[in-house]
């Protein structure tokens, strides 16, 4: 059989000899993640903008809610989608609340979750 290719996919186990053999390697990487589509990264950009602006106009409590959600607005391609959804929804109940002020963050955040199918 020289001159043979061998091609092994998935886990593949050779044990010779020994005692306690236990465990195996797996040589299987995770799949990259799938690129973001570019016009949900530009209208999470637009946001995290939005959001900014909206920041200097409500109180200190408010900022603060703000800025533990921002992080997450402007990484939002690693972000997990759970906490992503979850910051989109506080920075949405914030600009409900924020009357006029906030139409333009709570017009941004629907056009997003739009994106997002939900």
Do not use: W
Request: net charge negative.
């Amino acid at each position: 059989m020289s001159g043979d290719n061998v091609n092994m996919y998935g886990d593949n186990v050779n044990m010779y000899g020994g005692t306690g053999n236990t465990g195996m390697v797996k040589n299987v990487g995770a799949s990259p993640a799938p690129a973001m589509d570019p016009e949900l990264r530009a209208a999470l950009g637009e946001l995290v903008h939005l959001v900014r602006e909206l920041r200097e106009q409500v109180t200190p409590a408010t900022a603060q809610t703000i800025d533990e959600t921002l992080p997450v607005l402007a990484s939002a391609d690693t972000a997990p989608p759970q906490e992503r959804h979850r910051a989109l929804l506080a920075v949405a109940g914030i600009a409900a609340t924020a009357g006029a002020l906030g139409v333009p963050v709570l017009d941004a955040v629907n056009r997003i979750l739009q994106l997002l199918g939900g």
